[in-house]
């Protein structure tokens, strides 16, 4: 969206580095298994991050391992706080099979896209951008 200014702004904690970069939250999950704790300190730093606004995300999974039953359950409802649009980024076929089960079992309440170039995705993102003076409640 032309005549915004979106800041540049990162997180990076113990589970995942977050950058928001001209209206976008660029998400890396690090190398690891989430469990329902993890899950759980992950969205409540993520939205810690946001500070009550919603922006598209682009979500990059690469090195995550293993998400459990309880945690694939609780980032379906809880996870999409805050999240206009999704696009998953899957570099590996473990990735896109995690993604495209996890969008099967839990069909998110927001669009989602897998994707396995970013340039694509962020093309795609982009019409999810939205003014930044826009909280939600969370």
């Known amino acids: 969206m032309t005549g915004l200014y979106y800041p540049s702004t990162i997180s990076d904690t113990k589970y995942f580095r977050l950058e928001l970069k001209d209206g976008i939250v660029h998400f890396q999950h690090k190398p690891g298994a989430i469990n329902l704790e993890i899950a759980k300190q992950i969205v409540a730093d993520r939205l810690d991050f946001f500070s009550g ?14 998400i459990n039953k309880e945690a694939r359950q609780f980032l379906a409802k809880e996870g999409t706080k805050g999240v206009t649009a999704g696009a998953l980024l899957t570099k590996t076929v473990f990735s896109m099979c995690l993604g495209n089960f996890f969008l099967r079992v839990y069909p998110p309440p927001m669009p989602v896209r897998l994707f396995t170039e970013e340039e694509p995705a962020l093309e795609w993102l982009q019409q999810f951008i939205k003014k930044l003076h826009s909280p939600i409640k969370l």
């Not at 606004?53 to 995550?64: A, K, Q, R, V």
């Open 53 to 66: 606004f919603s922006w598209p995300m682009l979500i990059t999974g690469e090195g995550l391992t293993d």
